[in-house]
Nanobody, 125 residues
């Protein structure tokens, strides 16, 4: 069992930055793949970024490449999402998710076993 708690969301102007955190407890954190997803009103939840178990591999959806950076600190059981150059279209509830399963792409949200409660990000124009 893994419990995930996101934090760091808020209201920011376009062009600004936020850093989201995902704190984990439970089973061995370093054995899990972590993904960040987001869901805007009226839209499906979409993949944003993912990171491998020890952080050597990272993946991003095209719309955030060059602006967002995912990282993890296994000693602190925490994953971060640094978001720079934010745009109004980044407005959404952001969720972190964890899984132990390796045999699927990071963007496959159905393969994640554990989800946090989400943190709201609002980017004003």
């Amino acid at each position: 069992q893994v419990q995930l708690v996101e934090s760091g969301g808020g209201l920011v102007q376009a062009g600004g930055s936020l850093r989201l955190s995902c704190a984990a407890s439970g089973r061995t954190f370093s054995s899990t793949i972590i993904g960040w997803f987001r869901q805007a009103p009226g839209k499906e939840r979409e993949f944003v970024a993912g990171i491998s178990r020890i952080g050597t591999n990272t993946y991003y959806t095209d719309s955030v490449k060059g602006r967002f950076t995912i990282s993890r600190d296994n000693a602190k059981n925490t994953v971060y999402l640094q978001m720079n150059s934010l745009k109004p279209e980044d407005t959404a509830v952001y969720y972190c998710a964890a899984r132990g399963y390796l045999g699927a792409t990071y963007s496959s949200k159905d393969k994640y076993d554990y989800w946090g409660q989400g943190t709201q990000v609002i980017v004003s124009s």
